[in-house]
């Protein structure tokens, strides 16, 4: 098959065509048109609908289902891990036992006993002093970028992110429209005299969002020394931080990166949390941890948008906690996601021609790779989904100025057997767009 030439979504629909999903696609895009043909109204949708785009991404995401496909596109977890018997009986045990309780509606601020396990863990693991008061449990912590865009941003209002930063939040958040500024980052963080100028020359900053430990996209976790210039930047210009911490516990080398909120004395680091990545992410369970004067508002925020996270989903979590060793699940993780990203380093190292730099990673789930300026990822990924290899080109990451010659890798979802071949067929397609990228040679005279 050659794609070459091709725009990335339409050598993505056929790659998707060939999962046969595509005709229930196509057969229910006609159906709309004919429906709007039969003269039914045209939806008049807000305003904000006409920025927002549905990503490449959801549909790479798509082709990567085809058992065919090597994909380092998405950042799920291992499922193999998942304790799915040990949830099967929690969850027969908590039905049968409170059943009434677990099936009934319950408060928005969560389930009181996960919110205790949540703030005991937060406070051994992470040395931060939190009551379970001040924690909300959220319906992943997709959610609580989607409550913090609520509570924070009006139109036109200035996020400050690291470069480039979390898909899923320029997601939640450009919901609301606001105007981002990338910080300039480099391998220690955001560059502390680029903070302090965007927080001095910035009007209407209303927050400062950051993935501190092993972010996705680059799988780069900020120094101590930084984590204390942001804090007291912070406090100096009144700003309040978003720290998005899905992977710190997901550490594979030294000791644990130690956490924002915990430096913090002004209350003004508002922690995201989740299971997502040390328990499942299907449960989805996640949390604010947050100074009252915050929390309380993100519940009032909640309660409008769903009432609460799922009751049962809560209490099962809950119980499996105190019946079973979470940290012990969680040393497990660590073990096979290092192994895998051991794979994938020394598969980059040995494959990648010379101009291929790339992320190590202490810890997470991805790594992120530099192309020599020449090269676009997304012509890059075209070639790769010949080879069957998915990945998701870098310039989405970035909310104002992609830099396309970028790209993110995941290594947790894949034994490493698959990971070193998916690494050479990338390699090969590298090497391919680089004799395309190559200048034409001289015709040589006789
Ligand atoms: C940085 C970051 N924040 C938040 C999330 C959302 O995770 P969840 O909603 O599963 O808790 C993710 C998911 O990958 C993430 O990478």
Known sequence: MHLEGLTLSFAVCILYQRQELFRTRTHLKSKIITQGRNGTVEPRFASR????RASDIREILKVTQNPEIISFAGG????????????????AEVLASQGTVALQYSPTEGFFALRQIIAERMNTIWHTQ??????????????????????????????????????????????????????????????PEALEDALRTHERIKLIYTVPNFQNPTGRTWSDQRRERLVQLAAKYEVPVIED???????????????IQAMDS????????????????????????????YLDKYVILKQAGDLHTSTV?????????KTHDLENDIQHKRDVYRKRRDAMLSA????????????RPKGGLFLWVELPTSLDARQLLIRSLEQHVAFVPGEAFFPTSGRKNTLRLNYSNMPEARIIEGVRRLAVAVRKELEVGRPAQAPVSV
């Open 76 to 91: 799920l977890p291992a499922p193999e891990l998942f304790p799915a018997s040990a949830i099967a009986e929690r969850a």
């Open 49 to 52: 609908m006409g920025i927002l």
């Open 130 to 191: 939190l009551m379970p008061e001040e924690i909300l449990v959220t319906t992943g912590s997709q959610q609580g970028l989607d409550l913090t865009g609520k509570l924070f941003l009006d139109e036109g209002d200035v996020v400050l992110c690291e470069s480039p930063t979390y898909l899923g939040a320029i997601m939640a958040f450009n919901v609301f429209k606001p105007h981002w500024v990338e910080v300039a980052t480099d391998d220690e963080g955001m560059e």
């Open 313 to 321: 989903d809560q209490m099962i979590a809950a119980s499996y906690m």
């Open 245 to 259: 911490n899905p992977y710190g516990e997901v550490c594979f080398e030294g000791t644990l990166p130690r956490a």
């Open 348 to 359: 980059l190292e040995a494959e990648m021609p010379r101009g291929v730099s790339f992320t």
């Open 266 to 293: 002004r209350g003004l680091v508002i922690c995201l949390g989740t299971f997502s990545k040390i328990f499942c992410p299907g449960l989805r369970l996640g949390w604010v941890a947050a100074n009252r004067r």
